[in-house]
Antibody, heavy 120, light 110 residues
Framework: QVQLVESGGGVVQPGRSLRVSCAAS????????MHWVRQAPGKGLEWVAV????????YYADSVKGRFTISRDDSKNTLYLQMNSLRVDDTAVYYC?????????????WGQGTLVTVSS | QSVLTQPPSASETPGQRVTISCSGS????????VNWYQQLPGTAPKLLIFDNNQRPSGVPDRFSGSKSGTSASLAISGLQSEDEADYYCAAWDDSLNGPMFGGGTKLTVL
C-alpha cells in the first residue's frame, strides 16, 4: 500500500518560517526523486522543488529559490520542505509527490496535501 | 515562470468526445514527454497519461494523449459525469530543471 502523508501545515505570519513533512510508506522511498507541488486557493498547480533520489541535486522554482529548502531523510522515509521568509502569496496546499522517472516528471503518487496559510 | 497554455474551460455532453489542448515551447514539450493529471474536486491530482500517450494501470482507454512539436492534447471519449474535473498538462522543462504545469482546464459535463 503506497502512501504519502503530509503534515506540518498551519497559519503563520509573513516573514516567519515553517517546515512541512511528507512521510512515505510502501514505495521504496530512497530509490526515487521526490517533488513538492503547491496549489493556491482556487488556482492551478505550481511546481516548487525536486530532490534527487540520493539527495545529490536539488532544484527550485524561481518563486521560492533562496527561501525554501527541500531535504530528505531516507532512514525515516520522510521528505521535508523548510520554508523561510514566508509571504502571503505562499499560501497554498502543499503536495509531495514521487517521480517515477527522473527527468520525465511522471508524478505517479501524491499525498493528500497540507494547507499553509500565510497571514498577519 | 511561464506555464504551459491550456484553455481555462471545456464542456461537452455525456457520451460525446472532448479534447483539451496544451501549448508549450522548445524547452519543455518540444524536447520532453507530456504528462496529464486529473484533479477531482477536493482531491489530490492523479496521473492520467504519461509519456505522451501511455495510461497507468486502471485508467480507462477512453482517455488518450498525443503530442506534436511543442503542443499536446488530451482526448476523452464517451464522456461520463464522473469525468468532471480539472485537467493539467505537464512536461519537464530543461530551463526549470523541474516539471512545468499548464494552467489547468476545468471540464464540465453538461
Amino acid at each position: 500500500q503506497v502512501q504519502l502523508v503530509e503534515s506540518g501545515g498551519g497559519v503563520v505570519q509573513p516573514g516567519r518560517s515553517l517546515r512541512v513533512s511528507c512521510a512515505a510508506s510502501g514505495l521504496m522511498f530512497r530509490s526515487y526523486a521526490m517533488h513538492w507541488v503547491r496549489q493556491a486557493p482556487g488556482k492551478g498547480l505550481e511546481w516548487v522543488a525536486v530532490i534527487w533520489y540520493d539527495g545529490s541535486n536539488k532544484y527550485y522554482a524561481d518563486s521560492v529559490k533562496g527561501r525554501f529548502t527541500i531535504s530528505r531523510d531516507d532512514s525515516k522515509n520522510t521528505l521535508y520542505l523548510q520554508m523561510n521568509s514566508l509571504r502571503v502569496d505562499d499560501t497554498a496546499v502543499y503536495y509531495c509527490a514521487r517521480d517515477e522517472r527522473l527527468w520525465f516528471g511522471e508524478l505517479n503518487y501524491w499525498g493528500q496535501g497540507t494547507l499553509v496559510t500565510v497571514s498577519s | 515562470q511561464s506555464v504551459l497554455t491550456q484553455p481555462p474551460s471545456a464542456s461537452e455532453t455525456p457520451g460525446q468526445r472532448v479534447t483539451i489542448s496544451c501549448s508549450g515551447s522548445s524547452s519543455n514539450i518540444g524536447s520532453n514527454t507530456v504528462n496529464w493529471y486529473q484533479q477531482l474536486p477536493g482531491t489530490a491530482p492523479k496521473l492520467l497519461i504519461f509519456d505522451n500517450n501511455q495510461r497507468p494501470s486502471g485508467v480507462p482507454d477512453r482517455f488518450s494523449g498525443s503530442k506534436s512539436g511543442t503542443s499536446a492534447s488530451l482526448a476523452i471519449s464517451g464522456l461520463q459525469s464522473e469525468d468532471e474535473a480539472d485537467y493539467y498538462c505537464a512536461a519537464w522543462d530543461d530551463s526549470l530543471n523541474g516539471p512545468m504545469f499548464g494552467g489547468g482546464t476545468k471540464l464540465t459535463v453538461l
